[in-house]
């Protein structure tokens, strides 16, 4: 299969956030000096193999048109169709933007509360997958020891963490397999695009990043993600 050269980005930002323990949600929390969901923008609308980034938005969402997106306007492109899931959400996306993509067009999906996306991780993941015919996702090898608890926060086992990887964003896939991968599970929620890929019986590519491109899920990851963008912003300059 020759691959397509066109790439878009897909962004659910409809969710509450609710862990982080703010009545905002999490994608417009103020992360150095700027809603978190403006980073992960910046990075996906600054890389050039990138020609649409689509925001994913809740119908009834009443924050985003108070920040001023317009250094965006170029690729940016909002969706108001956000569902009660991101698995939802995204799926959403997919069957809104159908009608401007073909079906072998790459589509990244990435995570608003991921603002420390680096152009470099960009560039590996589209030159590693650019000619696979899954797609695949940015990761990293599990390097501590796991351990499942029980009651009490009880130590019930050490789990081995050869071969173990954590799975992160942007997740890479065509728009056509990803759409009837995530139609195809109907109830069955994934908590990530890779999943949905597999329960089709096919094996995503793993692509190697590092612990910079960290989720931001509670109040501590913030401060070092502030630390992580304070060396990013000179790639945005």
């Not at 000096?33 to 600054?46: E, I, K, N, Y």
């Not at 020891?145 to 050490?158: D, E, I, M």
């Not at 190697?208 to 990851?221: H, I, R, Y």
Request: aromatic share 6%.
């Amino acid at each position: 299969m020759n691959a397509p050269e066109r790439c878009f980005a897909l962004i659910p930002a409809a969710g509450s956030g609710s862990r982080i323990g703010s009545g905002l949600p999490k994608q417009y929390r103020k992360l150095a000096g700027a809603p978190m969901l403006r980073h992960a923008l910046q990075a996906l609308c600054a890389h050039p193999k990138i020609e649409q980034v689509f925001v994913v938005l809740a119908s009834d969402d009443a924050y985003f048109a108070r920040y001023d997106w317009t250094p965006f306007d170029a690729k940016l492109r909002r969706l108001y169709c956000g569902g009660v899931t991101r698995a939802a959400s995204v799926l959403n996306g997919l069957r809104a933007i159908a009608p401007i993509l073909q079906a072998e067009d790459w589509v990244l999906v990435h995570d608003a509360a991921r603002p420390c996306l680096a152009q470099a991780h960009l560039d590996a993941l589209i030159a590693e997958l650019a000619e696979d015919e899954v797609g695949g996702l940015l990761a990293v090898p599990v390097a501590d020891t796991l351990k499942r608890a029980g009651p009490a926060a009880r130590v019930v086992a050490t789990e081995p963490r050869e071969n173990l990887w954590q799975a992160q964003t942007p997740q890479m896939f065509r728009h056509g397999l990803l759409l009837r991968a995530l139609e195809t599970l109907g109830t069955d929620t994934p908590t990530d695009e890779a999943r949905a890929i597999e329960h089709l019986g096919l094996k995503p590519k793993l692509v190697a990043c590092d612990v910079t491109n960290l989720k931001v899920t509670f109040p501590g990851d913030l401060k070092l993600a502030e630390v992580i963008l304070k060396n990013l912003r000179s790639e945005w300059k």
